[in-house]
Each structure stands twice: as C-alpha cells, then as structure tokens.
C-alpha cells in the first residue's frame, strides 16, 4: 500500500508522498476505526478546515457555549498531527496538549475528527460508517493562505517569495522527492508534510468525486462566506439536528470572521507562548475570498489559471475565485 520512493514513501493509488518517519504510523492511522457516530471535517489544508469544526461542532453539541470554550485542538482532535513532524521538534508544551490516536479511540460519542488526509490514506470504510464534511476552497485563495500559513510556523523554514511558493505548490515535478535535494534537509523533513505532501487536486477531486455519497457533505469556503447561514442550515440538516431560530442566529453570529478570530479557543494566538510561531500573524488571518489579487502578478497568475484549467479538465468541478 505504501511503497518506498527515495527515502520517502508514496501511496499507491494516489501518489500522496510522506515521510518514512509518517509512513511508520500510516498504516495505523489508516485503520483508525470510524464510529457511526463520528463526524469527521476531512479538507486540504487552509480551506476552511478550523471554521468547519467549529460549525459542526456546536451543531452536534446543542451549541454549548461553555464547553466551547475548550480549545478546538480538545474537542475536535486532528487525527494524523501527533505523527506529522519527527519527535523533538514540537515544544513540549504543545505536545502536551497533542491529543493521540489512543486518546481519540477512548473519545466518548459524538467524535468531531479533523483530518487532512486525503480518502486514500483513511479507514475505506471511513463514508460507509459514519459522516464526513469536505470542504473546498479555491486553490488561488488557498495557495496565498498557506504562504502566509508557512510564515506563521517558523517551523516551516519557508524563506522565498508567495510567486515562488506558487510555483513549488503547482509543479508536479517539485511533488516528486527529487524536488527537495537542493533543499536543506530541516525544510525537507518540515515543507514536505505540509505543503507538498497531498498535492491539491487528487485531494479535492477524489473527494468531488465522493459527493454523491449519502455520508459526503462537499461544502465550499466560498459558500460559506455568501451564505454563511443557509450553509450552518445546510450543515444542521446533513447532520439530522435542527436549530432554533435564535441559536441559528447566534451560531451565525459565533461563526463571522470578526468574532471568530477574537474566540481563543479556536484561533490558536495561546499557541504563541509555546513558541514557533510569530507573534505578528494571525491563524484566523483574513477570511477573504480573492486576497489572491493582492498578491500574484499578470505572469504567474496566468500559470496557475492554467495549471487550474488542466487539472479540471474533464471534470464538472468550478472554482469560485471571487464575490
Ligand atoms: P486566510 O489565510 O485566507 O485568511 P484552515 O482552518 O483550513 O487552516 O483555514 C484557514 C483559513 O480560513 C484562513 O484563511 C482563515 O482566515 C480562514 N477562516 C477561518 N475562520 C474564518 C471565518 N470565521 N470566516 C472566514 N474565514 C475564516
């Protein structure tokens, strides 16, 4: 199921290249077993994954308030993060926190499971069991959003320019293990999990490619910024609960950006104090749809339209890239 490439492991099908240090601990979260009553928030990174969970989350929890207060990292644990970076290298505090797969197993019902793996590497039973929200977002937004993202950890090492990351992010090629040689190796072990480990498109396409599924809810971040309560009513409904018109109202209320990012139990500033982060930026940064326009020029803007338009070809999926 994983077979090696170059130090590195890739898997077949799908071609999502991790670290030998990840493959170790893959095959185990690859049979993670998924209750019938899990929700799982299954996305690619940085489109819109913290606020999904968030919304689920108070959803299938009466919009508890006071428990809500817990961080999100608590109550909504992210399955494969204990074994994303090799031991060390997280500050201790923050593995403290770090909730693991045993814990996640003794989780009393309603589990609420972030992941950001892609259907390959997750239990194959994972949409016959239980339910799974997907989120998408335009991968223009996204490319800028993880930029910003790579600045924020310093653990990611990231020192070039957003039209560079964009290309790296794009290329095909760089996706392959060989990419990295002219790396230094602490950007190898930490870029690679986050960035190019699950390239952008077989990730959201497989899961498009799943939305048919009485189990899938495929919501987009864009829908969620137009109509942010049609898509908590849309949510709700998936999830067979129904909310009172005022807790619609007060989730609606809960869940914009503005209030979002003040809510420390989900916008990570506490994380801060462990280090590794700047104290400049924001994990709940801007919340926009089309900050892209702020940051590609005429040329590179160009290549990713066209790297888009190959990659949806032949498929019914459209991006939204502005409101
Ligand atoms: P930006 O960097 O474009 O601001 P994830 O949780 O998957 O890492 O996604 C993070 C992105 O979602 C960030 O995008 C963040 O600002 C945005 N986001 C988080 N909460 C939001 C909210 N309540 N409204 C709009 N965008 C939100």
């Given at each position: 199921?994983?077979?090696?490439?170059?130090?590195?492991?890739?898997s077949d099908p799908g071609g999502f290249v991790m670290m030998e240090e990840y493959a170790r601990h893959a095959e185990k979260v690859y049979r993670f077993q998924p209750r019938n009553d899990d929700?799982?928030?299954?996305?690619?990174?940085?489109?819109?994954?913290?606020?999904?969970?968030?919304?689920?989350?108070?959803?299938?929890?009466?919009?508890?308030?006071?428990?809500?207060?817990?961080?999100?990292?608590?109550?909504?644990?992210?399955?494969?993060?204990?074994?994303?970076?090799?031991?060390?290298?997280?500050?201790?505090?923050?593995?403290?926190?770090?909730?693991?797969?045993?814990?996640?197993?003794?989780?009393?019902?309603?589990?609420?499971?972030?992941?950001?793996?892609?259907?390959?590497?997750?239990?194959?039973?994972?949409?016959?069991?239980?339910?799974?929200v997907y989120v998408a977002r335009n991968p223009k937004d996204v490319i800028v959003s993880y930029f910003h993202h790579h600045q924020l950890m310093e653990v990611h090492g990231f020192v070039g320019?957003?039209?560079?990351?964009?290309?790296?992010?794009?290329?095909?090629?760089?996706?392959?293990?060989?990419?990295?040689?002219?790396?230094?190796?602490?950007?190898?072990?930490?870029?690679?999990?986050?960035?190019?480990?699950?390239?952008?498109?077989?990730?959201?396409?497989?899961?498009?490619?799943?939305?048919?599924?009485?189990?899938?809810?495929?919501?987009?971040?864009?829908?969620?910024?137009?109509?942010?309560?049609?898509?908590?009513?849309?949510?709700?409904?998936?999830?067979?609960?129904?909310?009172?018109?005022?807790?619609?109202?007060?989730?609606?209320?809960?869940l914009r950006f503005d209030n979002f990012a003040k809510n420390e139990s989900v916008n990570m500033e506490a994380a801060k104090q462990f280090g590794g982060m700047k104290m400049d930026g924001h994990?709940?940064?801007?919340?926009?749809?089309?900050?892209?326009?702020?940051?590609?020029?005429?040329?590179?803007?160009?290549?990713?339209?066209?790297?888009?338009?190959?990659?949806?070809?032949?498929?019914?999926?459209?991006?939204?890239?502005?409101?």
């Amino acid at each position: 199921h994983f077979p090696k490439v170059d130090g590195f492991v890739r898997s077949d099908p799908g071609g999502f290249v991790m670290m030998e240090e990840y493959a170790r601990h893959a095959e185990k979260v690859y049979r993670f077993q998924p209750r019938n009553d899990d929700v799982w928030v299954v996305t690619f990174p940085k489109c819109g994954t913290t606020w999904t969970q968030e919304l689920v989350w108070m959803i299938m929890n009466d919009c508890d308030k006071v428990r809500g207060k817990a961080p999100i990292i608590i109550r909504s644990p992210f399955l494969e993060f204990p074994y994303m970076l090799p031991p060390g290298t997280m500050p201790a505090e923050f593995t403290k926190m770090m909730v693991t797969l045993e814990m996640v197993e003794e989780m009393p019902s309603p589990r609420i499971i972030k992941s950001h793996l892609p259907f390959y590497l997750l239990h194959p039973k994972l949409l016959d069991t239980c339910k799974v929200v997907y989120v998408a977002r335009n991968p223009k937004d996204v490319i800028v959003s993880y930029f910003h993202h790579h600045q924020l950890m310093e653990v990611h090492g990231f020192v070039g320019d957003v039209e560079t990351f964009a290309q790296y992010f794009m290329d095909d090629e760089r996706m392959d293990c060989s990419i990295h040689s002219n790396v230094p190796l602490f950007n190898v072990w930490l870029n690679f999990f986050f960035s190019h480990v699950f390239p952008l498109f077989p990730h959201i396409l497989d899961a498009w490619n799943k939305r048919h599924h009485p189990n899938m809810l495929f919501l987009f971040y864009e829908d969620l910024k137009k109509d942010l309560r049609g898509e908590i009513e849309k949510v709700a409904k998936f999830l067979g609960k129904s909310l009172s018109e005022e807790q619609l109202t007060d989730l609606r209320e809960h869940l914009r950006f503005d209030n979002f990012a003040k809510n420390e139990s989900v916008n990570m500033e506490a994380a801060k104090q462990f280090g590794g982060m700047k104290m400049d930026g924001h994990f709940i940064r801007k919340g926009k749809t089309g900050d892209w326009k702020n940051h590609f020029g005429p040329e590179i803007n160009k290549r990713i339209d066209e790297w888009i338009d190959k990659n949806l070809k032949g498929t019914d999926l459209k991006f939204v890239t502005e409101l």
